[in-house]
């Protein structure tokens, strides 16, 4: 697999929205300051205890020596210091230097890798610390004169920390406390403590963060490379064969694989799936249509051109009458031929942009009724059964006026003179029905699948009139079923043909 196929700017992303939160433990170093800040303040109030004890001690008439014999601590060094400075009592260093270096946490390969890589960022967040004075010559110093044995003097507590050049550079917390007898300040107790025990703590946290931000990064990458292989390689196959679904004329060739995962990538694949299967079928539907168009204009076109060709052969004016009323009547077809299908190609964009509005279905089935009357002059019976109250349905008065004029001009030229034509209506639930019968010679069972197709024309027995094309009831069909209807067709057992249109009664299409 490719370096290209794994790192895609999907996993990238990824990559650095685990690490970012992988990170967020390492935020934590920033507080370790804080930390620190609470551990020595928690030494100095300890180190203050002991040194009230030996304050006691000395304010009850205690020498400082002996008072000095009577503690014991733990690594704390106390002394004792006069007003000029002197140090009169000391209890020295309870460890060896080497002891102390020992003591000191050393550091393993991983706690120095670290700290050479978080060191100067860490720093740009932590606040400016004026630097500490040096601890060598004080610790060896007879006479003090350090801040917090000046403070002590004073009266008050004195709080100092200081660093040592030693390897390791330990750092030391001094504390001072004023003695007093009869109201007056008469030495000071000063009490000194390393801080190795919390450096050793921090250290060892220090390195827990460490350990744990290494195992998360880790995890976090292994995340990462699972995550967009499920992710990134699926889209990049849909991405693939989108590329390749269509040529350079913008023509389908190809089709995406609908994919078995259950997840929203899975639902997208099969999505794209039925989305190209139904634009493969339009596609095919559109070459089909302009296939027929073609063919339909042929017979017209030989029509015309053969009577065009005998008005030149012959001088009988009845004769060039004849062939002028061909060609008349060829172009009047062909007229209606193109208008119905500019009609057909416009229906489904214009049905998603017109206004629709409630239609009394009944009462525009009164206005077609009677307007056929008087088209058909009595040649045929128009029969009118109309459902109780009223029937409404959503969709543009137009389109309706169009369907059911089709239809019953369809039922029209093929009943027989003086028969019957019936319309009725009915509702069935949330559904308005309209049924358009006749008596003529019926749908022969063979072509019931077919009455619907595009330039489809069956009439056996029935004078061929340019009117029909074969469009009339496709027409029908796309308008119905853009307003989310159906429309059926079958025969009577006793002769006939029914045509029957189901749309929604009383509610938005």
Known sequence: MSLSRIVSRISVRLALFNLLVVFLPVAGVLFLGVTEQHLEQAQVDSMERQAR??????????????????????????????????????????????????????????????AAVFKRPLLWFRPNARPLASSDDYERADVLQGSEVRQAFVGQTGVEKRVSSAPGNPVTLYTALPVYRRGDVIGAVLVSQTTDQIRQDLHAL??????????????????????????AQPLRQLRKEAGEIADSRGRLRGNFRGSAKRDEIGDLSRALERLTHRLEQHQQATEAFASDVSHEFKNPLASIRMATEMLAQVDEPAERARFLRVVESEIARMENLLSQVREITLIDAQMQAEERTPVEVNALLQRIADGFRMRERGRIVIDLHLA??????????????????????????????????????????????????????????????????????????????????????????????????????????????????????????
């Open 206 to 231: 220090r390195l827990g963060i460490v350990e744990i931000f290494l195992a998360s990064v880790f995890v976090a990458l292994v995340l990462t490379l699972l995550v967009s292989t499920t992710i």
């Open 388 to 509: 109780p109250g009223p029937l409404e349905v959503q969709a543009s008065e137009e389109r309706l006026l169009e369907v059911f004029e089709n239809l019953l001009d369809n039922a029209a030229s093929f009943a027989p003179d003086g028969s019957h034509v019936a319309l009725s209506t009915a509702q069935d639930d949330s559904t308005a029905v309209v049924r358009v019968s006749d008596q003529g010679p019926g749908i022969p069972a063979e072509n019931i699948p077919r009455i619907f197709d595009r330039f489809f024309s069956s009439r056996p027995g029935v004078q061929r009139d340019h009117r029909h094309t074969g469009l009339g009831l496709s027409i029908v069909k796309a308008i119905i079923e853009g307003y989310g209807g159906n429309i059926s067709a079958a025969s009577e057992p006793a002769g006939g043909a029914v045509f029957e249109v189901r749309l929604r009664a009383g509610v938005r299409s």
């Open 53 to 114: 004890i030996v304050v006691s001690m000395l304010q009850a008439g205690m020498r400082a020596d002996a008072a000095l014999q009577n503690v014991s601590f733990g690594d704390e060094r106390i002394r004792i210091v006069e007003p000029d400075g002197r140090v009169t009592a000391d209890t020295g260093a309870l460890q060896a230097p080497e002891e102390q270096q020992a003591a000191r946490p050393r550091p393993n390969w991983l706690y120095r890798a670290a």
